[in-house]
């Protein structure tokens, strides 16, 4: 008999305190009940990943979870707001677009609006899709707003994430979860207790002998992945051959201008190179393919490009691109980098955090952890790290940067059949044949398609019933308008300080 009282789970106990052991501390504490002990190992000698600044607008759902208040994470955390991505010499040197969150034009017609612009297009119509981005054009401007809900409001067209300090965040979430009653243990795991019947992970225990039992265990040990895979056995699934970035050397830099509300992505030749910024400090990262450039010259290369003085040396990072095979074997769970990594491009690892987190609480097991569970999220995860996979090689391969080994090998190497039928079935018809559970929308496969110059050379038959120059005066129309909006709406700066300048929730409550 499952699902009895007598069958919850009552201990639980996450290995790791980087960014992912501590979001999924803050979310267990958040949604279960008291009587659920939640105990977290770390250890300072190892130490995290200590990098992962930038985020994706998927935030809002955690945020919103455990109840955090906005104005007071941009405080604590010395956030800035993100609306989208630059990229830079991708395509070719000179090239730059943005991959803007939010949507391009306005719902109607029935239509995809992007469909209604290769119609316009092919009846004259000469505007770029960026004319059609309010988060595009506020960009430029360094300007920022969030969005409205009112879908009559151009506003409503807009998306939003953050930059914040790695380090503060996970000291943020830290406090909140030892408030919610999370323990923390400090010390490195020395062994690993498994039932000799089920196999089953039953305790943990610790150099300073501590043993830590549970009925769960979610394995947040980082790259080493101590337990889903130095423990179970889980193997990994090697994507390098596609995704050839094995390293990045990074480096907070002081801040010189105003604070950009994006990320930056430049292209460089064994790599890309991230701009990060802070309200405080600027973080940068230089991303590069080991056999393309050594440790040396990409730490210079990185130094060489930096808007103001360097506060540290260049830090080395060391990866492989793919996924664990398994990522929820038995009774132990992986989540961030232990579950498998792909590269801050479209800085979707801490989306895979959350949305790793999400899937445990909607398939949440009773003590007999029912194998069905653990199926369904292995499929699931499997079907997110795949689409992520695909839009992050878009990138490398639809590249004119000729001359270059990293670019020329990109360019022309064989790519997965799914992402090779999303192009030809978009350069055929302009169709995203977008999955339901897809992460990047039609937004963001159609800026960087647009933005790598892989072009339509069609569109939607239903398009065809749309008259012609009305069309192509309505989003003139659109467009305009849009142009108009920018320059009213408040400098991204403005906007940081007006939050600063405000009490915190905290205090407020102190003196009320
Ligand atoms: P870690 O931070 O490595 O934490 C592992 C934890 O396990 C630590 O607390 C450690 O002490 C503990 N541990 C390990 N072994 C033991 C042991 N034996 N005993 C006890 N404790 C142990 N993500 C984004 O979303 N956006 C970005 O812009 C972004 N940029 C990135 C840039 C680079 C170069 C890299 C490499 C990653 C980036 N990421 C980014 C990913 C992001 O940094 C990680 O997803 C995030 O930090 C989560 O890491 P983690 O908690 O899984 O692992």
Redesign the pocket.
């Known amino acids: 008999m499952t699902n009895s009282m007598g069958d919850r789970i009552r201990r639980i106990v996450i290995?790791?305190?980087?960014?992912?052991?501590?979001?999924t501390a803050a979310a267990l504490s958040k949604t279960l009940a008291r009587d659920v002990s939640i105990t977290l190992?770390?250890?300072?000698?190892?130490?995290?990943?200590?990098?992962?600044?930038?985020?994706?607008p998927t935030i809002h759902w955690f945020n919103d979870l455990i109840g955090l208040d906005e104005e007071d994470f941009v405080r604590v955390t010395k956030a800035s707001f993100k609306l989208g991505i630059e990229f830079v010499d991708w395509t070719r040197a000179g090239s730059r677009y943005l991959h803007p969150f939010g949507t391009y034009g306005v719902p109607g017609s029935g239509l995809p609006f992007h469909q209604r612009w290769l119609k316009a297009r092919n009846d004259g119509l000469e505007r770029p899709l960026r004319d059609f981005s309010l988060a595009s054009q506020l960009a430029q401007q360094n300007r920022f707003a969030k969005p409205v809900s009112d879908p009559r409001s151009i506003l409503s067209t807009l998306g939003y994430a953050w930059?914040f300090d790695?380090s503060l965040y996970?000291g943020y979430l830290r406090s909140l979860c030892t408030r919610r009653g999370v323990t923390r243990v400090e010390?490195?795991?020395?062994n690993v207790e498994r039932d000799g019947e089920t196999g089953r992970v039953s305790a943990l225990t610790?150099d300073k002998q501590e043993r830590l039992e549970g009925e769960l265990f979610i394995d947040?040990?980082?790259?080493?992945a101590?337990l889903i895979a130095a423990e179970l056995g889980s193997g990994f699934e090697d994507w390098s051959h596609w995704l050839l970035c094995d390293r990045?050397a990074?480096v907070p830099c002081e801040r010189v201008a105003e604070t950009t509300p994006f990320?930056r992505s430049t292209a460089r030749t064994a790599g890309w190179q991230?701009r990060?910024p802070l309200q405080h400090r600027t973080?940068n990262?230089y991303?590069y393919s080991s056999a393309h450039i050594s440790d040396d010259e990409a730490a210079a290369t990185l130094l060489a490009h930096l808007d103001g003085a360097a506060l540290a040396e260049p830090r080395l990072?060391q990866?492989k691109a793919g996924r664990r095979k398994t990522v929820w074997s038995k009774n132990v769970v992986a989540?961030?980098?232990?579950?498998g990594?792909l590269?801050?491009l479209e800085?979707?690892?801490?989306?895979?955090?959350q949305s790793g987190i999400a899937k445990l609480l909607s398939l949440f097991p009773d003590r007999h952890v029912d194998p069905a569970l653990a199926r369904r999220f292995n499929l699931l995860f499997e079907a997110d790290m795949d689409n992520i996979k695909d839009f992050l090689i878009l990138h490398y391969h639809a590249n004119e940067r000729v001359g270059e080994p990293l670019w020329d090998h990109c360019r022309t190497m064989p790519i997965p059949d799914t992402l090779q039928a999303r192009i030809d079935d978009y350069r055929r018809s302009g169709r995203l044949m977008l999955g339901s559970d897809d992460l990047f929308r039609d937004a963001s496969w159609l800026a960087v398609l647009n933005g790598q110059d892989v072009v339509a050379e069609g569109f939607t038959p239903l398009a065809d019933r749309l008259d012609a120059q009305v069309n192509r005066e309505q989003l003139e129309q659109l467009a305009q308008l849009i142009e108009r909006a920018a320059p009213t709406l408040p400098a991204h700066d403005t906007v940081i300080q007006q939050i600063l300048a405000r009490q915190p929730v905290e205090a407020l409550a102190a003196a009320g």
Do not use: K, N, Q
């Open positions: 290995l790791g305190g980087g960014t992912a052991g501590w979001m190992l770390e250890s300072d000698d190892i130490g995290t990943v200590g990098v992962g600044e930038a985020t994706i930059h790695a996970a010390g490195r795991m020395a610790t947040c040990s980082g790259f080493r101590l990045a990074a990320t991230w990060i973080g990262g991303v990072l990866f989540i961030g980098l232990a579950s990594f590269e801050p800085s979707t690892s801490i989306h895979l955090i």
